[in-house]
């Protein structure tokens, strides 16, 4: 079976991600808004196209600053809607500017978004689906599974022999702080 870690590594555009950002923690409250935004666009494409677009995803949503987009409003909509940098759907664009203002509300209750996500850990793969599902918008079981699993939340998507899942093992990755059998008990 090929895996992430197979394809990746001669790739020109997916090797960096894959070495550097894929199952690595994450708490920076930009670094996981973009993660969850590029996540949520990448539904029905391929990842490979949204890797190309990161930049232009990083200029039309203002470096990923999640008081910016969360002021969004029509003209903003509008323009994201035009801009071929980024993927033109009115829903994924919707959900964006939705998710911006939840991160926001997020910071006086819990902390800001990397606390909310902290405050829940741990949960299965189901759990958190139905968390995201209930929380944000655009958030189904692919898209909260992958942005979980980028972030070091969910088990390692990199293979053991892989030299990355060494390097995210020393970062100690919040899955890796719960005993190996929770994983196993049921499904993910």
């Known amino acids: 079976m090929t895996t992430y870690c197979d394809f990746a590594a001669d790739s020109e ?4 991600y894959h070495d550097c950002e894929y199952g690595f923690p994450i708490e920076d409250e930009r670094l996981l808004f973009e993660r969850l935004l590029l996540e949520i666009n990448q539904a029905g494409l391929n990842w490979e196209l949204i890797l190309k677009k990161r930049e232009g995803f990083r200029q039309a949503y203002d470096g990923f600053d999640v008081d910016l987009v969360a002021a969004y409003g029509d003209t903003d909509r509008a323009r994201l809607l035009a801009d071929p940098g980024i993927i033109r759907n009115r829903l994924k664009v919707d959900a964006a500017i939705a998710n911006a203002r939840v991160i926001q509300q997020m910071r006086d209750a819990q902390g800001g978004f990397a606390g909310w996500l902290r405050s829940h850990h741990p949960l299965r793969k189901a759990e958190w ?3 995201f599902r209930n929380t944000f918008r655009f958030t189904g079981g692919e898209i ?4 979980l699993m980028s972030i070091g939340y969910l088990p390692s998507p990199h293979r053991e022999d892989c030299p990355v ?5 020393r970062l100690n990755p919040p899955w890796m702080e719960v005993e190996p059998s929770f994983w196993q008990q049921t499904a993910l």
């Open 13 to 16: 555009i997916h090797g960096p």
């Open 129 to 131: 689906v139905k968390l």
């Open 144 to 147: 909260t599974g992958e942005f």
């Open 165 to 169: 899942y060494a390097k995210i093992a």
